[in-house]
């Protein structure tokens, strides 16, 4: 995709513009992370009050602002709180799922998310996140079941209906006999080899500075920004190529971002 740079000096100044064009790619992705618009909740019955409903609203509405500072051990408090109040309440099931996922904790993200839409059968971004977690694990005869179910329940003229249904006609391609790799994500894959081939590094001081990048992507990435948190885990790899751990954020990010 790139010729190979000659010199260090234009392979940086390279790998600079190359950063701020993915940076600037990713702006216009929005994570289902950040689909907070949806208010879908179980109806009021005898034992849970219209008054606990709303304490349950309330504590949710706080999580949110909590998560979107970047707090997600707050976050996560409000929304135990809201589920306390209202044990119906999907939402704030998908955000706990949420926070889960971006802290590594895949198991609890996945059972988080299968209880928003137990509670809740037409809570789309459940649905979606569900969706992004199995192709995050590779498990994409799964990930198939949650974007079918995303784009039957979603209205025709929706974005993101439009995108979970082509998300399931690329995994059939995927998983056929003769699968055709996505073109998307193979033009990233190659960047990355391109940009890993051109790194030439001292690696003391430049740990030090990767980690501090790497801290700063995962906090991006719990507040649901993707461009931001790809920018940084990109510098954070520049400057320690061997941390492996640094390379499958970076392509937790990618999956993310490409199913949409």
Do not use: C
Not at 54 to 75: H, I, M, P, S, V
Not at 81 to 108: H, Q, R, T, V, W
Not at 183 to 201: A, W, Y
């Amino acid at each position: 995709m790139y010729n190979k740079l000659k010199d260090m000096s234009e392979s940086r100044q390279m790998i600079k513009i190359t950063r701020t064009i993915l940076a600037i790619g990713f702006l216009f992705i929005f994570s289902a992370y950040a689909q907070a618009a949806d208010k879908q909740s179980a109806p009021a019955t005898n034992e849970k009050p219209d008054q606990l409903q709303e304490f349950a609203r309330q504590y949710r509405d706080q999580g949110l602002t909590a998560q979107k500072a970047g707090d997600a051990e707050t976050a996560m408090k409000y929304y135990q709180k809201a589920i306390g109040f209202d044990p119906y309440y999907a939402a704030p099931y998908n955000d706990l799922g949420i926070i889960y996922e971006g802290s590594g904790y895949l198991s609890k993200a996945e059972e988080s998310y299968l209880k928003a839409v137990a509670i809740d059968p037409n809570y789309l971004s459940a649905y979606t996140n569900l969706a992004l977690l199995y192709e995050s694990k590779r498990d994409l005869s799964k990930a198939g079941i949650y974007w079918e179910k995303r784009a039957q329940l979603g209205q025709p003229n929706d974005p993101w209906t439009q995108k979970a249904a082509q998300r399931v006609e690329d995994l059939r391609v995927v998983m056929s006999a003769t699968p055709i790799k996505d073109v998307r994500e193979q033009e990233v894959i190659r960047l990355m080899k391109d940009i890993s081939n051109n790194k030439d590094l001292s690696n003391k001081d430049e740990a030090v500075l990767a980690k501090e990048h790497f801290q700063k992507a995962r906090r991006y990435y719990n507040k649901g920004e993707l461009a931001s948190a790809f920018k940084e885990a990109l510098d954070a790899q520049y400057l320690d190529q061997s941390n492996t751990e640094i390379e499958a954020f970076l392509e937790k990010i990618q999956v993310r971002a490409l199913s949409k």
